[in-house]
Nanobody, 125 residues
Framework: QVQLVESGGGLVQAGGSLRLSCASS????????MGWFRQAPGKEREFVAS????????YYADSVKDRFTISRDNAENTVYLQMSSLKPEDTAVYFC??????????????????WGQGTQVTVSS
């Protein structure tokens, strides 16, 4: 089992920045590709970004490319999402997820095996 706990969410003005963290415990963190998803009120959960087990490769949704950066620290068992130039439409609950099987360019919910509880990000205009 893998336990994931997100933190770092909050209220920020449009154009501002936030860094989300996702701490993992349980099985070896470095064995898993990791992803971030988000879910806005009344909408389906959508892919944001993912990162390979080594951290050497990343993949982004078009809506966040060039504004968000995913990274990981395997020594700290933590994955991060640095969010910049935030927009009101980025408002959502953000979830991190872990994937057991090979591959990191995965943007579907069913492709991930473990999920955190989420952290709220609210961007005011």
């Amino acid at each position: 089992q893998v336990q994931l706990v997100e933190s770092g969410g909050g209220l920020v003005q449009a154009g501002g920045s936030l860094r989300l963290s996702c701490a993992s415990s349980g099985r070896t963190f470095s064995n898993y590709a990791m992803g971030w998803f988000r879910q806005a009120p009344g909408k389906e959960r959508e892919f944001v970004a993912s990162i390979s087990w080594s951290g050497g490769s990343t993949y982004y949704a078009d809506s966040v490319k060039d504004r968000f950066t995913i990274s990981r620290d395997n020594a700290e068992n933590t994955v991060y999402l640095q969010m910049s130039s935030l927009k009101p439409e980025d408002t959502a609950v953000y979830f991190c997820a872990a994937r057991r099987n090979p591959g990191y360019r995965k943007d579907r919910i069913y492709e991930y095996d473990y999920w955190g509880q989420g952290t709220q990000v609210t961007v005011s205009s």
